[in-house]
T-cell receptor, first 112, second 112 residues
Framework: RKEVEQDPGPFNVPEGATVAFNCTYSNSASQSFFWYRQDCRKEPKLLMSVYSSGNEDGRFTAQLNRASQYISLLIRDSKLSDSATYLCVVTILTGGGNKLTFGTGTQLKVEL | DVKVTQSSRYLVKRTGEKVFLECVQDMDHENMFWYRQDPGLGLRLIYFSYDVKMKEKGDIPEGYSVSREKKERFSLILESASTNQTSMYLC???????????FGSGTRLTVV
């Protein structure tokens, strides 16, 4: 089983729609959680951290459910510029300390 | 903003060559990482370093080595390049183990 699993998509949505992505992780000891955004042929960029109480940044809302070991990202009022791949990321405790483990990403395409 | 600079955007090397990929960060970060990214497999950690002259194996260290002689520079070495090492290589740095990473723009390596 992969440590971090995401639906690869693509999710094709019209501009203005609300779209949600889920991600599950297997290590119950995971401590930190993030969503990254990656544009085609570019490097990943941190979108937002995910906190236990849930957090919001403009049109983006992230939620964490530790009991069920999943993370979600909600995007409201989708823009064309939101088209990208969204990577779910968790920290995994290793002998050398915590390291980030990435999901393979969910592709979002926002259309006119 | 933190800047992570990778020395080459594109590289083409021959099988059996020794290849050096350089990464420099300008924010005095302790932690540096090398990932490779392949379609369908996502980002996989090759090596990481939490301090000068310190290195830890990631998930796929075979065929690679690293060097961190100075805090700002983390080099990835392919001792004898093989075609299965054709990939996008991404360097990242972070201020702490539980913080998000800043990535370089990547080096797309092709081994022929």
């Amino acid at each position: 089983r992969k440590e971090v699993e995401q639906d690869p998509g693509p999710f094709n949505v019209p501009e203005g729609a609300t779209v949600a992505f889920n991600c599950t992780y297997s290590n119950s000891a995971s401590q930190s959680f993030f969503w990254y955004r990656q544009d085609c042929r570019k490097e990943p960029k941190l979108l937002m951290s995910v906190y236990s109480s849930g957090n919001e940044d403009g049109r983006f809302t992230a939620q964490l459910n530790r009991a069920s070991q999943y993370i979600s990202l909600l995007i409201r009022d989708s823009k064309l510029s939101d088209s990208a791949t969204y990577l779910c990321v968790v920290t995994i405790l290793t002998g050398g300390g915590n390291k980030l483990t990435f999901g393979t990403g969910t592709q979002l395409k926002v259309e006119l | 903003d933190v800047k992570v600079t990778q020395s080459s955007r594109y590289l083409v090397k021959r099988t059996g060559e020794k290849v050096f990929l350089e990464c420099v960060q300008d924010m005095d970060h302790e932690n540096m990482f090398w990932y490779r990214q392949d379609p369908g497999l996502g980002l996989r950690l090759i090596y990481f370093s939490y301090d000068v002259k310190m290195k830890e194996k990631g998930d796929i260290p075979e065929g690679y080595s690293v060097s961190r002689e100075k805090k700002e520079r983390f080099s990835l070495i392919l001792e004898s390049a093989s075609t299965n090492q054709t990939s996008m290589y991404l360097c990242a740095s972070s201020v702490g183990q539980d913080y998000g990473y800043t990535f370089g723009s990547g080096t797309r390596l092709t081994v022929v």
